[in-house]
């Protein structure tokens, strides 16, 4: 990762988690400094995109002239010499997919709902003079409103779509409707300008499916344009032409965010940026340092810091922290000693080769070439959160031979016990499996290994290199006795599709019972508190699926739940996998 990349984007966004991975592209959560607005960032490597970069310039371009209610929202392109930045409008309802998957089916009065919508975004990028041509379920994220957005421009399929069966609960009148969009003779097919006012999805409803946009791209918002001008100090006309340039810049993604915040009944507000050391306020505003604005300028754009609500969109995870930042360039550290209490069961790959005299000496350690020599896959036993007082690292080897390189984003660390020779690099791979450390355990006493800085010295000369990956895990895995009792008990969580409740009461129980049906699936996870970070991988060891599973505690009612999120990975997949890792609990 290239660290001049990322602050680019760090100037006018706070980055926090990832929330998707595929292909080369990955989606993570981000807080405009500015306005405050939660934002999705899509993130691809040039080098990587390769044959597929022109599809991504299309996909932007495309994007540049859509602007509809059913449509996820591009701000803002940030493009540097390595990496593409696409923000992204927030949507924190996840995929349409899951949320069917979750319910089993719609009803059809639902399912009208969304197909309005779905109609109502595609007969506008068709009036625009594009064609989406992946539509599906993926495709469609569900925002805070419950309302559809279509995603992911720019990509090709090819349909090979003719032989479907209808299921049998269907009414007459949707078999006919799909009947109609089936055909594989587009002149046979039902047009899009039809399905407006097809009599299946007028019923019930008084009009034609509206498909015109609401923001069309001329109008400019009177209130945002007024904020804006005051903010920058420019006039309600200058800024106006400035808007109207659309360039994708910080003063479109601040604009176009001021407006989403007013649709919501929000304050039309801009704020200082508090929240990061990246950038001056200026710069993030994207103007030269004489023209940023003061308290005193302008009290009313320094309003409402929603101090509590950006805490804790940012309260990163330490263990991600480190797990999504194979690269040894992650710059924050400030999150390092939040760790709160939370034990880890350090999971399955087992680290061989942990240091080479490559890495000695370089000032970061390269932990992602060092970690990439893993060894996959040691199901660990469950850890319960309760357990506090040691971290125990669990070490078993699978039957099969794994090969000996592995790509994987999930770093996993082998505690050394006893390193012996801090010269000598073969002694450095203290962690390989060898056959006798096969089905052990190995222990480490995290509370003493952070304070006894003593120790922390020898530590140092006996892993070399090592010692910061390895500092950096121990602080990351020292439990604040403050606040690990946050962390002692299961999340609260408001009822959600993705949240499939139990008739267990023991969370530890229920932690339990996942592991040991995550363990029967050859799926690796690390344990984090009462999250598993899960993951499986292909027999040629590419990780081939990522997700989360997390015990939970529901208010209404007041019972257990399982809170499933996928990051990466086919999505019919991991339905399937989510039905056996959930039925094959006993919950
Ligand atoms: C045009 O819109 C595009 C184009 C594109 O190429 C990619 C995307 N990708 C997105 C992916 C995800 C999100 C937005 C855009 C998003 O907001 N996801 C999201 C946000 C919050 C949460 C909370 C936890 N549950 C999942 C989740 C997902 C769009």
Redesign the pocket.
């Known amino acids: 990762m290239a660290v001049g990349d990322y602050e680019e984007v760090r100037k006018y966004y706070e980055l926090t988690e990832t929330?998707?991975t595929g292909g080369f592209?990955k989606?993570k959560?981000a807080r405009h400094l500015l306005t405050g607005e939660?934002v999705?960032i899509?993130i691809m490597d040039k080098l990587a995109l390769g044959d597929d970069l022109p599809r991504v310039k299309i996909?932007i371009d495309a994007?540049k002239n859509l602007r509809h209610q059913h449509?996820?929202?591009?701000y803002h392109v940030i493009e540097t010499s390595k990496k593409i930045f696409?923000v992204?409008?927030?949507?924190?309802?996840?995929e349409l997919f899951d949320y069917i998957i979750a319910k089993d089916r719609l009803s059809e009065e639902e399912a009208r709902v969304f197909f309005r919508q779905i109609v109502s975004a595609i007969a506008y990028v068709h009036s625009q003079g594009y064609a989406h041509r992946d539509l599906k379920p993926e495709n469609l994220?569900i925002d805070e409103e419950h309302h559809l957005?279509?995603?992911?421009?720019?990509l090709c399929a090819k349909p090979k779509r003719g032989k479907y069966s209808i299921p049998k609960w269907l009414s007459p009148s949707s078999a006919l409707l799909l009947n109609q969009m089936l055909q594989v003779d587009p002149k046979k097919r039902i047009t899009v300008k039809h399905l407006l006012t097809h009599p299946w999805l007028v019923q019930g409803y008084s009009d034609a499916v509206q498909w015109q946009s609401k923001y069309p791209l001329g109008h400019l918002d009177e209130d945002c344009i007024t904020e804006l001008s005051v903010f920058h100090k420019q006039s309600r006309e200058g800024m106006s032409e400035l808007i109207s340039e659309w360039k994708y810049d910080q003063m479109s993604a601040t604009y176009l965010l001021l407006q989403s915040k007013k649709a919501r009944g929000k304050r039309v507000r801009l704020r200082v940026p508090c929240l990061t050391g990246h950038a001056s306020t200026a710069q993030s505003a994207g103007l030269e340092s004489e023209k940023a604005m003061t308290y005193e300028d302008a009290p009313h754009a320094f309003g409402s810091m929603e101090v509590s609500d950006a805490a804790s969109l940012f309260e990163e995870s330490p263990l991600e922290e480190f797990i999504l930042n194979t690269r040894g360039t992650k710059q924050h550290s400030r999150h390092d000693a939040q760790l709160d209490g939370t034990e880890f069961t350090l999971s399955t790959p087992v680290t061989r080769k942990v240091a080479s005299k490559q890495h000695e000496n370089k000032e970061n350690v390269d932990t992602e070439s060092a970690l990439r020599n893993e060894m996959p896959i040691a199901l660990p036993a469950p850890k319960t959160p309760s357990a506090k007082s040691q971290i125990e690292t669990q070490v078993q080897t699978t039957p099969f031979q794994a090969p000996a390189f592995k790509e994987s984003q999930f770093t996993t660390v082998t505690p050394i016990k006893k390193p012996t020779n801090p010269t000598n690099t073969d002694e450095l791979t203290a962690a390989e499996v060898l056959p006798e450390r096969r089905c052990h355990s190995v222990e480490l006493d995290l509370n003493r290994a952070h304070v006894d800085s003593s120790r922390k010295k020898r530590k140092a000369k006996i892993f070399g290199s090592l010692e910061r990956g390895l500092d950096k895990v121990i602080t990351m895995l020292t439990p604040s006795k403050k606040k690990r009792s946050a962390r002692d008990r299961p999340r609260k969580v408001k009822a959600h599709y993705?949240v499939t409740t139990t008739q267990l009461l023991n969370p530890d129980q229920l932690l339990n019972e996942i592991i040991t049906v995550l363990s029967k699936k050859h799926v690796e996870y690390v344990q984090k508190g009462y999250t598993l970070k899960c993951q499986t991988r292909s027999d040629f060891g590419k990780v081939t699926m990522e997700f989360e599973l997390e015990v939970c505690q529901l208010s209404k009612p007041e019972v257990l739940g399982i809170r499933r999120?996928r990051l990466k990975g086919d999505a019919w997949v991991y339905k399937r996998l989510m039905e056996d890792i959930l039925s094959g609990c006993q919950v």
């Open positions: 929330i998707g592209a989606v959560l939660k999705a899509k996909e994007m449509i996820c929202q591009l696409m992204l409008e927030y949507c924190p309802g996840g994220l957005k279509l995603i992911d421009f720019g993705n999120q």
